[in-house]
């Protein structure tokens, strides 16, 4: 199995995982994000496509879903650390685990080895 394939199957179960306490935090977190994305159409679709996949209950398996479709080296400098700074800092377990999953989507996608 794939490193992606492995963060994808991790995704989807912290997705299964959250509460409806943790669904709501996500759609509002999502919401946020695409506030304040401007004209990077790339990341609006990033965000649109997790707030779909929350509020389905499971992942894309397209390949026009894959989390970093599209997105950018500078993009992508900036959804990590974002990302990161939601696991560390979320009061919600489900919604930290959530946001830990992409980051290791968004970190593979990166080329990076995942950061702690």
Known sequence: MSTTDHHSEYLAKAIDALTPEGHERVDELL??????VGNHEAVARFAAARKAEVDLGQIESSADASPGTALSRQELNVLIPGFRAIRDQEPLDDVADWAN?????LEDEAGLEPAD
């Open 31 to 36: 919401e946020q994000l695409a506030e304040v």
């Open 101 to 105: 999953a992409v980051v290791a989507l």
